[in-house]
């Protein structure tokens, strides 16, 4: 369509315009581009994220009590002392009880929501609103909810409230560790406050499922109901379901604020950040060994990561559709 | 076209003044330090929230009177207030003064100014257990702002009604809070943590945290069998669990969820306000035969940040507060919660503990009280919060339990004193 007379008019513009107007330069310098919009980021990442890494990996060779900026080097000291001390590890075993609970019940539950709303002929907008809304709330202002208006251990707590039309005496969920009801109110705070979220994502995937996959799987005798969903949507949602399990264990990692506001310095259901919060930083200003400690879970967490996504295929969602 | 092209631009220049605005904002008063003052010296006072209405503005109203700096409160959530203390103390933004309990760590570590030549003109004059519990290596490093007792406090009426007397042994206690539970209303509350307890529970069963050579003195078999009582009063359904408010809040005994709870002086005005005169206290009873009643002097002391900018402006100011306005000391220990001054003076003038339970209170105070020890640290307290989250909530052999604190006690004084 272009012609040379076209094409010859355009240069001499474009090259007046190049050194005269810096706007023109922003567009014609890919790399410049590049550097003037991920710089800033790169620079807060490097600030305040890879800096502090490394501060801490240095902090936990050394007797960093009361200081960030220590003097006296002690080797792998504080790394024995933490992998010693069995309230840490003691944390990793709940973690991991935790996790092998709360990650497949998220994914299940925020799946079945993403199929009932997708299903949703009206009000389909409305609803994925009221599932996706608590993801806007804070884990602090959920477990204070949770804490002392739905869990609270007196005849006025709203569970102990409905139990009592049952005759049921009230239960101090979160004080007494036997039975473990504080597992109870853990996991719904955490089910209620993350499942509109990964919902969105499944929904997003179950959208993506061309239409076509379905009409043929009819005429070719497939009944609708479970053996779509087992032999068609399932597979479909693999590269989703994947990466939410993977945001999911690594969410479950980093849990903190649910745990440290509903179980007030407890010595049970501690995972492993409010134990090196207690342990280590907090009050106690032993920064070497929070530091150790935080080595030892990062490294952890990249390892659990690494095989899930190996054993999971994480990144091939694409080949196995 | 120009019209799009002068809109970007006007767009970016806007963006850029804003973000140059802000960032003279920052630099300008919304730092927590206050506007300055005529002298030019500003200061940065923590404290806890305090629950007693009218505290935070009384502490404002202090900081405003004062005329040679510009005095700025941080009040800060009670739960939070240790651990965003400790933290800020490491860095350029710590508060130049702040209020928290003595502890040696503070001072081994540097982190609080000595503050001996403000307080001995008027030492004689201060409780001599505060002056002690303040004091290493023969300096003060704190000036005492209020004593706190805690100990029980109990519905007369409940108690009279189901025939049971004030509590003198564990034992007595144990029965009392059964004969005390009815359907809606639990014999006794100890807080939800039973946190509050521990120090009482120890030294009534006539033992202490540490030795005067600074060695652990609290793994007695008083002390296990006084931990076994408690696992027993724990299971026994007669404990309130569960409730919206830690012991410090007496909501539990004025809202009737509870016929006795442990509790702090300070309280007394709000429990005579929802109870009127239907309330009395009593202290920690003895956990074993050979043990003794107890009560815990808390309180909170004023300390001075060593490694600040202002050390001297704030050593200043510390003085002309909590050692020279008495009037300000007297208001501030009784004019919302009741506390104890802890300057003599003022305690045996102060008309509002003169009479009724605040009297009584007094009393345990001087009978029952034990201080803060300044070698018992934060990490120790935690060991013995541990002690009893294992042995009593949950149900660890208590000797067990004390092994590992034992090794984490050890742990800090090794550090501590070698």
């Known amino acids: 369509m272009s012609t040379t007379k076209t094409r010859d008019l355009a240069r001499p513009a474009a090259a007046k315009a190049t050194p005269a107007r810096p706007r023109r330069a922003l567009r014609g310098s890919p790399t410049f581009n590049f550097w003037l919009f991920t710089g800033p980021f790169l620079i807060g990442l490097a600030i305040f994220v890879y800096a502090p890494i490394l501060w801490s990996l240095w902090l936990s060779f050394f007797e960093a009590r009361f200081t960030v900026t220590p003097d006296k080097f002690v080797g792998f000291e504080n790394y024995t002392y933490m992998l010693t001390n069995d309230d840490f590890v003691g944390s990793l075993g709940t973690f991991t009880a935790f996790a092998a609970f709360i990650v497949p019940t998220t994914w299940a539950l925020s799946l079945s929501l993403a199929l009932l709303v997708n299903r949703l002929r009206f009000m389909r907008a409305f609803f994925r609103s009221v599932f996706f809304l608590p993801t806007a709330c804070s884990y602090v202002a959920a477990s204070l909810i949770w804490k002392m208006s739905i869990f609270s251990g007196v005849r006025f707590g709203m569970m102990n409230t409905v139990l009592g039309w049952f005759g049921v005496e009230n239960i101090a969920w979160l004080a007494d560790p036997s039975p473990p009801w504080y597992w109870f109110v853990i996991v719904t705070a955490r089910l209620w406050l993350q499942s509109g979220f990964y919902m969105i994502l499944f929904l997003a995937a179950l959208q993506n499922i061309p239409g076509e996959l379905y009409e043929a799987a009819a005429i070719d005798g497939a009944k609708p109901g479970w053996q779509t969903f087992r032999y068609i949507t399932l597979p479909q949602l693999r590269a989703t379901s994947t990466a939410v399990i993977l945001l999911l264990l690594i969410a479950a990692y980093q849990a903190f604020d649910e745990f440290y506001n509903l179980l007030s310095k407890t010595t049970w259901g501690r995972p492993p950040l409010v134990e090196l919060y207690y342990k280590a930083l907090g009050e106690s200003q032993d920064y070497g060994s929070g530091s150790a400690g935080a080595v030892i879970l990062t490294v952890l967490i990249c390892a659990v990561t690494l095989l899930q996504g190996k054993f999971m295929g994480f990144g091939r969602g694409e080949e196995s559709k | ?418």
Not at chain 2, 34 to 59: D, M, P, R
Not at chain 2, 73 to 96: G, H, M, R, V, Y
Not at chain 2, 307 to 324: C, F, P, Q, R
Request: proline share 4%.
């Open chain 2, 1 to 418: 076209m120009s019209n799009s092209n002068w809109s970007r631009r006007s767009l970016f220049r806007a963006a850029a003044g804003m973000a140059a605005a802000g960032t003279l904002a920052a630099c300008g008063g919304n730092n927590g330090r206050g506007g300055g003052s005529g002298s030019g010296v500003n200061l940065t006072q923590y404290f806890h929230a305090y629950g007693e209405a009218g505290t935070e503005q009384a502490i404002k109203k202090y900081a405003k009177a004062y005329d040679k700096a510009a005095v700025t409160t941080q009040w800060i959530t009670s739960a939070d207030f240790e651990s965003k203390l400790f933290a800020t103390l490491l860095t350029k933004n710590a508060p130049d003064l702040f209020e928290f309990h003595p502890q040696i760590q503070l001072i081994k570590s540097g982190q609080v100014a000595d503050l001996t030549d403000i307080v001995t003109p008027v030492k004689d004059d201060f409780n001599p257990a505060d002056i002690k519990s303040h004091t290493v290596d023969g300096k003060i490093y704190g000036v005492r702002m209020i004593d706190d007792p805690q100990f029980f406090f109990y519905r007369k009426s409940m108690l009279e009604k189901a025939k049971v007397e004030v509590p003198t042994t564990l034992d007595e206690l144990a029965e009392a809070a059964a004969k005390l539970t009815t359907g809606k209303v639990k014999g006794l509350y100890m807080g939800n943590d039973l946190h509050n307890v521990i120090d009482t529970m120890i030294w009534s069963a006539g033992a202490d945290h540490l030795t005067e050579k600074n060695e652990i003195a609290y793994h007695t078999p008083g002390v296990i069998e006084g931990l076994k009582k408690m696992r027993k009063l724990f299971t026994s359904g007669d404990l309130l669990l569960g409730a919206p408010t830690e012991s410090w809040d007496p909501s539990s005994l004025n809202q009737g969820l509870c016929a006795i709870q442990f509790c702090g002086m300070w309280a007394m005005p709000g429990i005579q306000a929802a109870l009127g005169d239907d309330w009395g206290v009593f202290p920690f009873p003895k956990t074993i035969d050979s043990g003794k009643q107890s009560v815990y002097n808390g309180g909170w002391s004023m300390f001075v940040n060593a490694k600040g900018e202002n050390v001297e402006a704030a050593k200043e100011y510390v003085k002309w507060l909590w050692i020279d306005q008495k009037k300000y000391q007297e208001e501030w220990a009784t004019d919302f919660g009741f506390h104890i001054p802890p300057r003599t003076s003022l305690a045996q003038t102060a008309t509002k503990l003169k009479s009724g339970n605040a009297a009584e209170g007094v009393r345990l105070f001087n009978e029952f009280g034990h201080f803060d020890n300044i070698g018992w640290t934060q990490a120790m307290r935690t060991s013995l919060e541990d002690v009893f989250a294992n042995s009593v909530r949950k149900d660890m052999d208590p000797e067990a339990a004390l092994d590992k604190a034992d090794t984490a006690v050890n742990r800090e004084l090794k550090k501590l004193f070698g």
